[in-house]
């Protein structure tokens, strides 16, 4: 079983400060993690993903994440926001033959002038 | 790479009618492919899981016979709301994983959606 959990529902930014999006999950085996972005009324982009490769990911668009085992979490950063970041921001759990992924329920990035 | 595309991109239709939505992989073949339904600021909620040429697997509390999902080839997959209800309005998302040549199979690529109007 797996479980992810989006600590914010809502976070609100100055353009040009940093962001942080946080995430928790729990899993009973090694865990595939995402963040995935969506814009309003379109589909999801991935960001990153972790892979039991590197514990610090790089993403796209300045994006990146850490993966902590010992806090089950896997939280979202940037250095510096960007009008365009402003959007929907799932973190996702994933593992188990099925394929399948569980999503967090989104934290919803405002991003101000 | 991973493009995945759906259509239509919103569709708008009358009470008891069927509407069907197709998803395709545009630049990959995918062994798996997923449909999401989405209510307006909410999660994305799994509806089920298809395997190309097998009957879909359906989550509990999806009605199979109301949701017919076809998964004829490796690149197209299609949903029909069949007898379609304005309760079923929503915005419905496919994705496409199990893509060969990945590392991880757990990544999936996902269409931009399909806005679903029942009047």
């Known amino acids: 079983a797996q479980s992810v959990t989006q600590l914010d529902s809502h976070v609100s930014v100055s353009e040009g400060t940093p962001v942080l999006l946080r995430c928790n999950y729990s899993?009973?085996?090694?865990?595939?993690l995402f963040w995935y972005v969506q814009h309003p009324n379109k589909g999801l982009q991935l960001l990153l993903k972790y892979t039991s490769a590197a514990t610090l990911v790089k993403g796209i668009n300045g994006f990146e994440a850490e993966f902590k085992k010992s806090e089950t979490s896997f939280h979202l950063t940037k250095p510096s926001a960007h009008m365009s970041d402003a959007a929907e921001y799932f973190c996702v759990v994933g593992g188990g033959s099925a394929r399948q992924l569980t999503f967090g329920s989104g934290t919803q990035l405002t991003v101000l002038p | 790479g991973a493009v995945v595309s759906q259509h239509p991109s919103w569709v708008i239709c009358k009470s008891g009618t069927s509407v069907k939505i197709e998803c395709r992989s545009l630049?990959?073949?995918?062994?798996?492919m997923f449909w999401y339904r989405q209510f307006p600021k909410q999660s994305l909620m799994l509806m089920a899981t298809s395997n190309e040429g097998s009957k879909a697997t359906y989550e509990q509390g999806v009605e199979k016979d109301k949701f017919l999902i076809n998964h004829a080839s490796l690149t197209l997959s299609t949903l029909t709301v069949t007898s379609a209800h304005p309760e079923d309005s929503s915005f419905y998302i496919c994705?496409?994983?199990?893509?060969?040549?990945?590392?991880?199979?757990?990544?999936?690529?996902f269409g931009p959606g399909t806005r679903l109007t029942v009047l």
């Open positions: 630049d990959f073949q995918a062994t798996t």
């Open positions: 899993s009973s085996y090694s865990p595939s």
């Open positions: 994705s496409a994983g199990g893509v060969a040549g990945e590392a991880s199979t757990d990544t999936q690529y």
